[in-house]
């Protein structure tokens, strides 16, 4: 539904001029439009920077569900895998500790 921006009438959305008064109207969409695609490529950025993922999950949580979520996931699994070789060179400078150390 669109209205003619001189008088205000009710018009058809693809009207280039009004039928009531007659005047030129702005043919330029006003629709935002949203490409939430979901696409993988955001959920390996956020692997790569979890930082960035986390700003792209809070910047799109209305406007681009399915992308926020990959970017959410790709944060989560990186904080996963982070957290999983942080313990294992944890784990790996305790044995050798262990070995050499008394
Ligand atoms: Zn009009």
């Known amino acids: 539904m669109a209205y ?3 008088c205000g009438e009710v018009i058809d959305d693809e009207a280039v001029f009004c039928p009531k008064c007659g005047v030129q109207q702005n043919t330029v969409r006003t629709d935002k439009e949203v490409n939430d695609d979901g696409s993988v490529l955001w959920a390996i950025i ?4 979890p ?5 792209l999950w809070a910047a799109w949580h209305d406007e681009k569900p399915k992308c926020s979520k990959m970017a959410a ?5 990186s904080l996963v895998v982070g ?3 942080f313990f294992a ?3 790996w400078f305790g044995s050798f500790h262990i070995h050499y150390g008394y």
Do not use: E, N, S
């Open 73 to 77: 996931y790709g944060t989560i699994i």
């Open 51 to 55: 930082v960035v993922g986390i700003i």
């Open 4 to 6: 003619c921006r001189k």
């Open 83 to 85: 957290a999983i070789g």
């Open 89 to 91: 060179v944890f784990f």
């Open 46 to 49: 956020a692997f790569l920077i």
